[in-house]
């Protein structure tokens, strides 16, 4: 007999960190949510720590809109056991970050060993990547404080609220540890009414983790206006070690 293995969802455990809600208050604010959309639902402390341990993998419906309320993002993007939108390539080239991925479908993984390096990445850290529009025919910076999750090798990170150099452009980040080797990828979903329209771009990400556990730098790989294949720098420095309610407020702010 085969059984399945129990793996915590660290993205919603992330996501309501960044929203500085314990699991008692992120239940509530779920509950207010169904109210207000005319979906009553009964969301506990006890249904949360169930969908972080992992033990439940799906939400139902009610449950699913009422997550997507109260966080700002589609469930899909949550770490629950759904597909993820993913794009196809199609040419190598030059270009820029201007445009949406098509559609396709992905799960996430996540691995539970030990990372072999023995550091500890939980934490608040300043993310900085630079990518270049064809479009404006220039090169931009993207900043954002996220706060990253441990389980194992796994990093999970999530920006915090507010904190973004490019207003209401939430990233998240899905890592695996190996050595001082970082490889994941990386979600961000712009404003509605910034330059990109809401378009949400995905890809790659590699990265090398400093002796000092304190940095880590490396390439992005995404997708370009023809679906072409960009890359740019990407880096990762601490800031804080702390994940309290304290810190998570002092950081959610736009980098300078």
């Given at each position: 007999?085969t059984?399945?293995?129990?793996?915590?969802?660290?993205?919603?455990?992330?996501?309501?960190?960044?929203l500085?809600?314990s699991?008692d208050?992120f239940?509530?604010?779920?509950r207010?949510?169904?109210a207000e959309?005319?979906e009553?639902?009964?969301?506990?402390?006890r249904?949360?720590?169930?969908?972080?341990?992992?033990?439940?993998?799906?939400?139902?419906g009610?449950?699913?809109?009422?997550?997507?309320?109260?966080?700002?993002?589609?469930?899909?993007?949550l770490?629950f056991a759904?597909?993820?939108?993913?794009?196809?390539?199609h040419?190598d080239?030059s270009g820029?970050?201007?445009?949406?991925?098509?559609?396709?479908?992905?799960?996430?993984?996540?691995a539970?060993?030990?990372?072999?390096?023995?550091e500890?990445?939980?934490?608040?850290?300043?993310?900085r990547?630079?990518?270049?529009?064809?479009?404006?025919?220039?090169?931009?910076?993207g900043k954002h404080?996220?706060v990253?999750?441990?389980?194992?090798?796994?990093?999970?990170?999530?920006?915090?609220?507010?904190?973004?150099?490019?207003?209401d452009?939430?990233?998240?980040l899905?890592?695996t540890?190996?050595?001082?080797?970082v490889?994941?990828?990386?979600v961000?979903?712009?404003?509605?009414?910034?330059y990109?329209?809401g378009?949400?771009?995905h890809?790659?990400?590699q990265?090398?983790?400093?002796?000092?556990?304190?940095?880590?730098?490396?390439?992005?790989?995404?997708?370009?206006?023809d679906?072409d294949v960009?890359?740019g720098p990407?880096?990762?420095?601490?800031?804080?070690?702390s994940?309290?309610?304290?810190?998570?407020?002092?950081?959610?702010?736009?980098?300078?």
């Amino acid at each position: 007999m085969t059984t399945t293995a129990v793996v915590p969802n660290d993205v919603l455990r992330a996501v309501r960190m960044g929203l500085r809600m314990s699991q008692d208050e992120f239940a509530n604010a779920l509950r207010q949510a169904g109210a207000e959309l005319g979906e009553p639902n009964e969301a506990s402390k006890r249904l949360v720590q169930r969908w972080e341990s992992g033990t439940s993998k799906t939400p139902r419906g009610v449950y699913a809109r009422a997550l997507e309320r109260v966080t700002g993002r589609p469930v899909e993007a949550l770490g629950f056991a759904l597909p993820v939108p993913m794009a196809r390539v199609h040419a190598d080239g030059s270009g820029g970050h201007d445009m949406d991925a098509g559609a396709g479908g992905v799960t996430s993984a996540a691995a539970t060993a030990a990372p072999v390096t023995g550091e500890t990445f939980s934490g608040i850290w300043l993310s900085r990547y630079e990518f270049y529009s064809s479009s404006r025919d220039a090169t931009y910076e993207g900043k954002h404080y996220v706060v990253i999750v441990q389980h194992g090798n796994r990093l999970t990170a999530q920006s915090l609220p507010g904190a973004s150099s490019n207003p209401d452009s939430p990233l998240s980040l899905d890592l695996t540890v190996d050595r001082n080797v970082v490889t994941g990828s990386w979600v961000e979903q712009t404003a509605a009414d910034g330059y990109y329209q809401g378009a949400r771009y995905h890809g790659a990400i590699q990265l090398l983790v400093e002796p000092t556990g304190r940095r880590m730098a490396g390439k992005w790989v995404g997708f370009g206006k023809d679906f072409d294949v960009n890359t740019g720098p990407w880096e990762l420095r601490l800031v804080d070690r702390s994940t309290s309610k304290a810190a998570l407020e002092r950081y959610s702010q736009a980098p300078e």
